[in-house]
């Protein structure tokens, strides 16, 4: 039986109108049109169920519709997990954890990088699926699938030493510690670029000996099953990685509550974070949450302006504005404010919006028509407030672009003040709001002013003021001259409601593992002795 397709579960089709491709033109995207279409037919051919202890699993609950939001065409029916199904999950993981834990850090490895090879193979199918499941560009999903995969092999050759730890010595005692596998544990992801930050959960866990179930994003449930199938067609034994689709009121929240999982991994919203910890509370989970942000970027006046304009407009333009670390705020020094702004609402205007499958496609839909009318709600936001919109606001309604699909102009908000809703909420779309300012210490204050602290960008060719304000700012990843540029072995992560945790290098493992100290003493020690009189 359908469920819903509308409200809370599938995606839901806003208009039901079909035409992929339709006016498109090119052949590049034709051909890719063709690609994509042949590795869609078998998700439109029955629907997406689990898998689970090894094995693809059909879903005996409801279904509901997945649907592009490139064209409003129906991507198949997809399986909302049963708290059975769950549990059936959850007990593979565990039973499986028992010989994964003990398989030898070298043989974790081979397996790894086996899944990395087969991810690598499979690169063009993930990457053309994710952007018609998604509406996320061909230019950066192409890469994605790549920075998935090594992702695998980042952790894999990690995995040998995942559980060394430090050696403590005192006079009487030699202190060591050790790590060990926390267990079976809940990943559990949202709709933006989602292969790639799953295996940016699960390639860890693996690595450090930990079992998974995985529960991916209703609205973006494809390439999860792509890459439960390369893990398991790579080696990875039963139930060591399983897979339950579904709705996270339902089957993310049996997940959270299942007493086989000891931790959950969470990428998601702030709000659906707090309720994943009460959730785990009655269990006492540990709980990693990568949360929502509203990051600043912060221009003075003696940047190379030439390249912060640059990375301005990829950090909050690229991936759709769907994107965890997008600097969707700018502040920019009252004496260059005007200069910079006009040059940034040019290149806006330029901004190239289709077919997320065209090459030259630099913003594609939005994922959903619900999420594409809370971005668009947001023009009206801040007229009534009091801010200009600069450049866009609105659908991009163009003859080329496919009927049904979730369009938005790219948007750019000028003249805003930090109290201003469009300087506070996460809007999560192609939408950049500016904030002037007169020195460092508004902009620090400006800049964290805010419920979130996830990352930080500022440009500024004084050294001194550099560090001082990448100290000063309440946020997690400060990045100095430069976008977004993510080395595997710093930590991730935010502050405030930005999250609980850090990924990456060894701050993965000391999540995914317990550490132990064993003290051992030396035999000189004085014993206090009761009892003896
Ligand atoms: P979301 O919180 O709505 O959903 C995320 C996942 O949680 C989905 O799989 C969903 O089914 C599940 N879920 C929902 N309610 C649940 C519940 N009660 N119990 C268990 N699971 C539940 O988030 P979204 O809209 O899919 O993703 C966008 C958000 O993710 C944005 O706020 C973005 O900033 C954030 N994000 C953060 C990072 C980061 O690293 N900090 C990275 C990417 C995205």
Not at 87 to 98: I, K, L, P, T, V
Not at 139 to 152: I, T, V
Not at 399 to 413: E, I, N, S
Request: some cysteine; proline content about 5%; hydrophobic content about 40%.
């Amino acid at each position: 039986m359908s469920a819903s397709a509308a409200g809370k579960t599938g995606k839901g089709s806003p208009t039901g109108a079909a035409g992929a491709g339709s006016g498109a033109g090119g052949t590049g995207l034709e051909a890719q049109l063709k690609k994509a279409e042949a590795f869609l037919a078998r998700f439109r051919a029955e629907p997406l169920g689990h898998f689970i202890a090894g094995k693809a699993v059909t879903g005996s609950g409801e279904t509901f519709d997945n649907v592009s939001p490139v064209d409003g065409r129906s991507l198949g029916e997809v399986a909302s997990g049963t708290p059975e199904e769950v549990a059936a999950a959850c007990e593979a993981a565990r039973d499986a954890f028992g010989t994964w834990r003990k398989l030898k850090g070298s043989e974790r490895r081979r397996i790894l990088h086996r899944i990395a090879d087969l991810i690598e193979r499979r690169a063009d199918e993930i990457a053309l699926v994710e952007c018609m499941d998604t509406g996320q560009a061909w230019r950066f999903m192409s890469k994605a699938a790549l920075r998935g995969a090594e992702n695998y092999r980042f952790f894999a050759d990690r995995a040998p030493d995942a559980s060394n730890g430090l050696s403590l010595p005192t006079d009487t005692h030699v202190n060591y510690t050790t790590r060990q596998p926390i267990g079976p544990v809940g990943v559990i992801t949202p709709w933006n670029t989602p292969f790639m930050l799953s295996t940016w959960k699960i390639a860890p866990a693996l690595a450090a000996g930990c079992t998974v179930v995985h529960k991916p994003a209703e609205w973006s449930p494809l390439t999860a099953r792509l890459l439960a199938e390369i893990m398991s067609e790579a080696g990875l034994p039963d139930g060591v990685a399983n897979l339950v689709n579904g709705i996270g009121e339902t089957t993310g929240r049996a997940l959270t509550e299942h007493e086989a999982i000891n931790a959950v991994a969470f990428i998601g919203e702030s709000r659906t974070g707090s309720l994943i910890m009460a959730q785990g509370a009655p269990t006492l989970k540990r709980v990693h949450l990568e949360l929502g942000g509203k990051n600043p970027v912060i221009v003075f006046d003696d940047a190379d302006l030439d390249r912060a304009l640059d990375a301005v407009v990829f950090m909050i333009y690229s991936l759709n504005g769907e994107r965890c670390t997008s600097s969707s705020r700018l502040l920019v020094q009252r004496g260059i404010h005007d200069e910079f702004t006009a040059r940034l609402a040019e290149r806006v205007k330029k901004i190239r919006v289709g077919h997320p499958l065209d090459p030259a496609t630099e913003v594609g839909p939005l994922i959903h028509a619900r999420h594409c009318e809370k971005v668009l709600s947001y023009a009206a936001i801040a007229r009534q407030d009091g801010a200009t919109v600069a450049v866009g606001g609105a659908p991009a309604a163009r003859a080329d672009l496919p009927a049904g699909g979730q369009w938005v102009q790219p948007t750019l908000f000028t003249n805003a003040r930090a109290s201003m809703r469009i300087a506070q909420e996460e809007i999560f779309g192609p939408v950049l709001t500016v904030i002037p300012f007169d020195d460092e210490a508004e902009a620090v204050a400006i800049a964290n002013d805010i419920r979130y602290g996830l990352a930080g960008y500022l440009w500024t060719n004084d050294v001194g003021r550099a560090n001082r304000v990448a100290l000063a700012l309440d946020a997690g990843m400060i990045w100095v001259n430069s976008e977004n540029v993510r080395h595997l072995p710093t930590p991730f992560g935010g502050m405030k409601a930005s999250g609980i945790g850090r990924d990456g290098g060894d701050y993965s493992f000391d999540f995914y593992m317990e550490t132990k100290n064993v003290a051992l003493a030396l035999g000189n020690h004085a014993i206090q002795k009761m009892g003896v009189s």
